[in-house]
T-cell receptor
Framework: AQSVTQLDSQVPVFEEAPVELRCNYS??????LFWYVQYPNQGLQLLLK??????LVESINGFEAEFNKSQTSFHLRKPSVHISDTAEYFC????????????FGIGTKLQVIP | ETGVTQSPTHLIKTRGQQVTLRCSSQ?????VSWYQQALGQGPQFIFQ???????GRGNFPPRFSGLQFPNYSSELNVNALELDDSALYLC????????????FGPGTRLLVL
């Protein structure tokens, strides 16, 4: 079985400041890793994913995450946040075999302060 | 290309009743998964259907059941509703295959009184 730990439930940050949202996972088998974003009263949108290859993955809106196998981490970073980044962010893991069950973390609420 | 849609958007039921939630998959997707997201929590996997067959299930009791139709739309049925069933129910569609991305619908918010 796999699990995901998001270490911060809320992260306040000033606009244009950098941010890091932390995620650690546990699994006995190979995994795929994801970050999803959820805006108020909406469903989940995929932000970025790691399947294989380069351990650094990027999204189209400036977020990036780095897969660190030795530390079992997949932290999400952005060098300069915008008000529109205010949302809840979920880290998720899926095993590389079998069906597509995704295990989510509890979520981190990012609040960008003007 | 239409995205994943869910109906209804909101629903209020009383304890003991039954409810059916619906999901239309993104065009061409043959796999659908259902998740329950309680307030302040991350989504929890309920089950997955691939080509009309359930091929995976999370830790939910049998009163949570589902169907997938030949057009790959899907239903989630919950019998004997309990207060703790109040949550946002999300469906996600994808192509079959371990590396395929799941695309989520906006969800159905269920309140059980």
């Amino acid at each position: 079985a796999q699990s995901v730990t998001q270490l911060d439930s809320q992260v306040p940050v000033f606009e244009e400041a950098p941010v890091e949202l932390r995620c650690n996972y546990s699994s006995s088998v190979s995994v795929y890793l994801f970050w999803y974003v959820q805006y108020p009263n909406q469903g989940l949108q995929l932000l970025l994913k790691y399947l294989s290859g380069s351990t650094l993955v990027e999204s189209i809106n400036g977020f990036e995450a780095e897969f660190n196998k030795s530390q079992t981490s997949f932290h999400l970073r952005k060098p300069s946040v915008h008000i529109s980044d205010t949302a809840e962010y979920f880290c998720a893991v899926r095993t590389s075999g079998g069906y597509q069950k995704v295990t989510f973390g509890i979520g981190t609420k990012l609040q960008v302060i003007p | 290309e239409t995205g994943v849609t869910q109906s209804p958007t909101h629903l209020i039921k009383t304890r003991g009743q039954q409810v059916t939630l619906r999901c239309s998959s993104q065009s061409g997707h043959n796999t659908v998964s259902w998740y329950q997201q309680a307030l302040g929590q991350g989504p929890q996997f309920i089950f997955q259907y691939y080509r009309e067959e359930e091929n995976g299930r999370g830790n939910f009791p049998p009163r949570f059941s589902g169907l997938q139709f030949p057009n790959y739309s899907s239903e989630l049925n919950v019998n004997a509703l309990e207060l703790d069933d109040s949550a946002l129910y999300l469906c996600a569609s994808s192509l079959g295959g371990a590396t395929e991305t799941q695309y989520f619908g906006p969800g159905t918010r269920l309140l059980v009184l």
